[in-house]
């Protein structure tokens, strides 16, 4: 199982949000080449960028410092979220040496435009739903739907995304360790690779995801566990390789 080292971008510097809001933010660099390249020196083998504020602005505000990551780590697989909402947004990124855009808000309000997407950059496209107790959440997690996680799952599983990365709101960014039952359970149902986000806070978490890893997750998003310290990046990575 990897472990994917998270950057989230708000106003150009790295931070981390509790449970998504963006108004609870703190700052741990304004310098994301800098940090991007402290977690490949630590062994990540992918990275997983968000443009917050693209989140929101539905359209890339962030996109200097994602061009950027991707021209001094030119080798590294990144995937990257946040405002993708059109076909020329994914086109620009991919140019600019990003591996996989993943779509959130535009694959639960249109969910043809995912499977326009995978046809015209096959291999390259990422669905992220974003749940709460359940149900999806879109537009920076600031609008809960009344679609259940596992069925928009199953409604993408034809479509040729490479993965789904799937994140647990009440999770994320809280440290309280990820919910292991319900990404479990996900990967079970889908035909797709799971990617799981929220809520790895040390390495039992980890020993945890990767002791379920043969049910479909092939990875695990960290971001302020390895951040604060609670997750030292590198040995989470050696024991998820492991499992």
């Given at each position: 199982m990897l472990l994917i080292p998270a950057i989230d971008l708000k106003d150009g510097k790295c931070v981390r949000l509790r449970q998504?809001?963006?108004?609870?933010?703190?700052?741990f660099s304004d310098d994301p080449?800098?940090?991007?390249?402290r977690w490949v020196d630590a062994g990540a083998r992918r990275l997983h960028l968000v443009d917050?504020?693209?989140?929101?602005?539905?359209?890339?505000?962030?996109g200097d410092a994602i061009r950027a990551i991707a021209a001094a780590l030119p080798q590294l697989p990144i995937q990257v979220g946040g405002g993708i909402r059109d076909e020329r947004t994914i086109a620009a990124?991919?140019?600019?040496?990003?591996?996989?855009?993943?779509?959130?808000?535009q694959a639960v309000k249109e969910p043809e435009f995912v499977g326009r997407a995978c046809r015209a950059f096959a291999g390259n496209i990422i669905v992220g739903l974003d749940a709460r107790d359940g149900q999806v959440a879109i537009n920076g997690w600031a609008v809960v739907t009344d679609h259940p996680v596992q069925q928009l799952v199953r409604r993408f599983e034809?479509?040729?995304?490479?993965a789904i990365v799937y994140?647990?709101?009440?999770?994320?960014?809280?440290?309280?360790?990820?919910?292991?039952?319900?990404?479990?359970r996900l990967a079970e149902a889908s035909a797709v690779p799971i990617i799981a986000s929220g809520g790895i806070t040390n390495l039992e978490d980890v020993k945890a995801l990767a002791a379920v890893a043969d049910s479909g997750i092939i990875g695990a998003i960290t971001g302020r566990a390895i951040y604060e310290g609670t997750l030292n990046f590198a040995e989470g990575q050696r024991v998820a390789d492991l499992r």
């Amino acid at each position: 199982m990897l472990l994917i080292p998270a950057i989230d971008l708000k106003d150009g510097k790295c931070v981390r949000l509790r449970q998504g809001r963006m108004d609870d933010e703190t700052v741990f660099s304004d310098d994301p080449v800098e940090m991007a390249r402290r977690w490949v020196d630590a062994g990540a083998r992918r990275l997983h960028l968000v443009d917050l504020n693209g989140a929101f602005a539905g359209e890339p505000v962030n996109g200097d410092a994602i061009r950027a990551i991707a021209a001094a780590l030119p080798q590294l697989p990144i995937q990257v979220g946040g405002g993708i909402r059109d076909e020329r947004t994914i086109a620009a990124y991919l140019d600019a040496g990003v591996t996989w855009c993943i779509i959130g808000t535009q694959a639960v309000k249109e969910p043809e435009f995912v499977g326009r997407a995978c046809r015209a950059f096959a291999g390259n496209i990422i669905v992220g739903l974003d749940a709460r107790d359940g149900q999806v959440a879109i537009n920076g997690w600031a609008v809960v739907t009344d679609h259940p996680v596992q069925q928009l799952v199953r409604r993408f599983e034809n479509d040729g995304v490479d993965a789904i990365v799937y994140t647990d709101i009440g999770r994320d960014g809280m440290l309280t360790g990820p919910n292991v039952d319900a990404t479990r359970r996900l990967a079970e149902a889908s035909a797709v690779p799971i990617i799981a986000s929220g809520g790895i806070t040390n390495l039992e978490d980890v020993k945890a995801l990767a002791a379920v890893a043969d049910s479909g997750i092939i990875g695990a998003i960290t971001g302020r566990a390895i951040y604060e310290g609670t997750l030292n990046f590198a040995e989470g990575q050696r024991v998820a390789d492991l499992r």
